[in-house]
């Protein structure tokens, strides 16, 4: 069975940091792009970054750049989001979601329908 879980999720200050995990189950991660998405209270979905597990290439949204960082442990089956420098405007919920590898340099990686699996979310709340 397919599953994607995402954890790492929490209360955190200005300025602090976090570390989001994505596991993945039933396939390997060689064969897809996994993708970071969020979505605030009343605001919809938006993409945050993605890679290509197959060579390690990553996209960011601008609103991340220089802040949040995606990495993954093939052996591990699991894809990670660090985020520094968190501010209010990075609350939300996250979530991670599958892409057939090969669409990562063909498609647009922020595209939720380009995805074929999601997880459930981690909240992600930001104080001020």
């Known amino acids: 069975q397919v599953q994607l879980v995402e954890s790492g999720g929490g209360l955190v200050q200005v300025g602090g940091s976090l570390r989001l995990s994505c596991a993945a189950s039933g396939f390997t991660l060689d064969d897809y792009a996994i993708g970071w998405f969020r979505q605030a209270p009343g605001k919809e979905r938006e993409g945050v970054s993605c890679?290509?597990?197959?060579?390690?290439?990553?996209a960011y949204a601008d609103f991340v750049k220089g802040r949040f960082t995606i990495s993954s442990d093939n052996a591990k089956n699991t894809v990670y989001l660090q985020m520094n420098s968190l501010a209010p405007e990075d609350t939300a919920v996250y979530y991670c979601a599958a892409m057939v590898d090969r669409y990562y340099k063909t498609h647009y990686w922020d595209y939720e329908s380009n995805y074929d699996y999601w997880g459930r979310g981690t909240q992600v709340t930001v104080s001020s």
């Open positions: 890679i290509s597990s197959s060579d390690g290439s990553s």
